[in-house]
């Protein structure tokens, strides 16, 4: 089987989507597995078990200039994309511009959720997200018009791990998309500084938000480590960095749930976020602290979950 899947949201989607592709190979053993993505979400897609190709391109509808590409650029692609004679196409994202493009190329059977516009152009259409209904579940359902009923509901990814400390050590990331959702840094600080004489701490994040956290953190720097310096600012170099990792904290995003893909002990926080929905779905332990909004986590309570999952890893 020729598949194409679609995947032009964010990081956290294309680990969600790594159900797709064993779950596929599992039935029809020997199919030719294709992913269509971001540039940005290109190094995930390669960590995708199952994979034979990934395309990548900017989306031209996209809001943020430095995402934006061209209608032109989008067009030739499917061109390109056209004489792949994919048996079947699965569009993972909520925007109806991909389905739209496989439509007018002739690129179908398209199965997708029933998103808005998306619902009256897909070939076969199953229930869009819900907020009480695990994400894993729901990306599982894309393959029940074409037969197949995962029993095994849950993201991984294979990447080779690199140990560059000879003790354990933790991760924190005290970013997301959305900075509402995030506890205060001065929280993140007090964690670090109360977790610095157990454990070794690394911070993750991106070139431009590690950047600001060493403003923040000034004089303290020197006692962590920053995942842009030791990965000298390359993603899957960063990436690495997580399967060892005794444990992650961090808020509800895409590095958490890349943290769970390859097993690593997680504690995610949800300020609120959809717990329910997107909690860690990977196959290591995870723990979930959910509160209405920032100013209600406090750092002990962080701690005191650290701690435990810290202490018990370490036996």
Known sequence: MRVLIVCFDNVGDMVFSSLLPASIEKEFPGSEIDYLCK????TVAYLIPDISKVYSIKPYWSKKKQDK????????????????????????SKSWKPTFFCQLFGIRPIIGFDHKINKFILSKSVRSFSKSIPVMESIASLLN????????TSYKLNIESENKFDSAYVVLHPFAGDAKRCAPLSLWMNLAISLKDKVKVVWFGTP???????QELSGRVHD??????????????AMKLLP??????????????????FDTPVLGLFLPGEPKRTFPQGGGRSKVIYKEKPALLSCDEVLEEALIIIGDSMR
């Open 145 to 152: 018009p074409i037969g197949i009923r995962p029993t095994k």
């Open 244 to 261: 060892n990792a005794t444990l992650f904290i961090g808020h509800d995003s895409g590095p958490m749930h890349l943290a769970a893909s």
């Open 69 to 92: 590409g061209s209608f032109f650029g989008f067009f030739s692609l499917f061109m390109k994309l056209r004489k792949e004679k994919y048996d079947v196409v699965l569009n993972v």
């Open 208 to 214: 431009e938000e590690l950047s600001i956290l060493r």
């Open 39 to 42: 540039p940005y979400a290109e």
């Open 224 to 237: 962590f480590d920053f995942s842009d310096l030791l990965s000298n600012n390359q993603f899957l170099e």
